[in-house]
């Protein structure tokens, strides 16, 4: 009877996934309470680069309606910076009574907004040492990608049920360094009047402030004027950056029973993000 060899070795694959190029793991340090992992992206804004993350990954764990509504002082933290495994540095959240981030300039907007922007320009100011180059020349989800064979557009056709990548360390794991691509779909079809679209799929904790992506193959479905058509057939991979992914919805509790939280998770628009890049403001404690 033959016996059998040892499994063979797997191709090398496509190569890294250009859309997890530029996303960083977070180690938030939180003192006695211990540390936790987060997700936070590369993106590119009209006042330059910077790094999005969820607002409560930053402020210890507060929602912004607890800061911004309730007036609850963030809990003290700091956190650590990793691409691809390799560590770009460690910053303190907050310095001198205002935070290293930036939250929505509209008070309004901010007191339920679960995003922060980390400028480039702030980083580097603050780092003990040079930020490393790898950090530097990553590519961010919404800057132009070269890589043959693949694309990135903005007129998606996102009818609810169109799938939905989530790259982030869901339970704090990741593959090679790099993030995990969780799967979901739209729960819904995007509103132009909401700042947030619904998304379900199996996230956990590790994924808040990651990107979600929507991507196709061979193409992509386009949300052209008569209706969706097939484009850019030929390209292997498309993608369309949607927004930061910051977790899992509340539920609306009937007389307090039942768990905290539903199979939805919110994904902060796209638009919503580059907003608070170009125009954000810190969070001052005094």
Known sequence: MPQAGPPAALSAGPGPDPAAAGVARLVLDRGAA???????????????????????????????????????????????????????????????????????PDPEVRRGCDVAVLDFGVLEALADEALPGSFLEAVGVNEPCLRPGYGRVADMFLPAGRGVLVLGFPGGRDY?????????????????????????????????????????????????????????????????????????????????????TVQIGAVWTAGLVLEIGEAGVPDFLF
């Open 34 to 104: 211990g540390k936790a992992v987060a997700t936070a992206f590369l993106a590119r804004g009209g006042r330059g680069r910077f790094l999005a993350t969820a607002f409560h990954n930053l402020s210890g764990g507060l929602t912004p309606q607890e800061r911004f509504l309730g007036g609850q002082p963030p809990r003290p933290l700091s956190f650590e910076i990793h691409l691809g495994g390799a560590p770009v540095g460690r910053f303190p959240a907050y310095v001198g009574g205002r935070s290293l981030f930036r939250v929505h």
């Open 176 to 260: 090679a360094g790099g993030p995990l691509a969780v799967g979901c779909a739209l729960a819904a079809a995007p509103d132009p009047a909401m700042p947030y679209l619904p998304v379900s799929g199996p996230t956990d904790k590790g994924c808040s402030g990651a990107p979600a992506v929507a991507r196709d193959f061979d193409g992509y479905l386009a949300l052209g004027q008569d209706g969706p058509r097939r484009d850019l057939a030929g390209l292997a991979v498309v993608d369309q950056w949607l927004g930061l992914y910051s977790g899992r919805l509340t539920r609306l509790r009937v007389g307090g029973e039942g768990p905290a």
